[in-house]
């Protein structure tokens, strides 16, 4: 709140959505009211997509943002995004660096590779050949394997210049017109749980009406990210399979050789990691995601 109410572009409102927390939301939301113009939505629903799906119906602007709320935005961000978008009416959607401090980027399963030794190492580097196809520092792509590159997330990302054409639009710092929004009708409840990938699938969704998805290396946000609240619900894991499924074969999955191998292996390699997670955590909701390649793989013959 307090960096939103430092933008150099003030013309938005914030719209909050309130699962009932016991947070002190309302008195945060008291305490900057006079210097912003806050809607509060009161939405009990823990389905993410449809959490995240309520915003955007009550919003009176055209161009519709979503940042996380442990996310620190630059006091140009919002310029930069409203610009983008008045200088190019072909522009759908708009994203940009989304930077993770570094002691925090140490620690996320998808990064901490770049900080292990010996085995863990040789396995990151796998990782990054075969499945990112080199692309560690690349912006927003989706690869043949399902992965998606995160050069977003770091420093180097705010040196590039000009404007990056990509595949998809950073979770919590992605702006879509209302209007395509509405094209699309939104969030895909389809998407179950914490609901990954149902942000890339709307982004997608209005890219394939004929718009352009771009990054913007001047509207920067710095994700703290948390370890509290919707993170601990991670560990549904058998969901955030059948999410990956049904983004993947909706937008990725091409019917050739190298799709079908880069696929496979990924599989493999995903659950490698729900068994490593329910090991190392002693929680044995982690084996979830095993239920979940099968039943992932039915919904999509069945398809």
């Given amino acids: 709140m307090a960096s939103l109410a430092k933008q150099t572009f003030n013309n938005f409102e914030i719209i909050i959505v309130d699962g009932g927390s016991t947070d002190k939301t309302n008195q945060v939301i008291k305490k900057w009211a006079e210097k912003l113009r806050i809607k509060k939505i009161t939405y009990l629903g823990t389905e993410l997509a449809k959490v995240r799906d309520q915003g955007w119906r009550k919003a009176k602007g055209g161009l519709v943002s979503w940042i996380d709320d442990d996310v620190v935005v630059s006091k140009n961000w919002a310029k930069e995004v409203a610009t983008t978008f008045q200088n190019d009416k072909t522009i759908g959607g708009v994203t940009g660096p989304t930077i993770i401090p570094k002691k925090v980027l140490a620690n996320r399963d998808v990064f901490s590779f770049y900080h292990k030794k010996g085995f863990w190492k040789l396995i990151g580097k796998f990782w990054e050949i075969w499945f990112l196809e080199g692309g560690k520092y690349q912006i927003g792509k989706l690869k043949k394997s399902g992965a998606w590159t995160p050069g977003s997330n770091f420093l180097s990302s705010t040196k590039l210049k000009g404007l990056v054409e990509v595949d998809y639009l950073e979770a919590c710092n992605m702006t879509l017109k209302k209007n395509l929004i509405a094209r699309v009708r939104g969030f895909d409840y389809g998407y179950k749980k ?22 913007n290396p001047k509207a920067v946000v710095h994700h703290h990210i948390s370890q509290g609240g919707v993170y601990s619900r991670r560990t549904y894991a058998k969901q955030r399979m059948e999410n990956f499924f049904k983004f993947y074969f909706a937008h990725i999955f091409r019917p050739r050789a190298d799709y079908l191998l880069k696929f496979t292996t990924y599989l493999v390699f995903l659950n490698f990691y729900w068994g490593y997670k329910a090991l190392f955590n002693k929680n044995i909701n982690w084996l979830g995601g095993w239920i979940g390649t099968f039943t992932g793989l039915k919904h999509v013959f069945k398809r």
Wanted: charged letters at 25%; a neutral charge.
């Fill in 194 to 215: 914490v609901a990954e990938w149902c942000e890339l699938d709307l982004a997608i969704k209005v890219k394939n009406l004929g718009y352009r998805l771009v990054f």
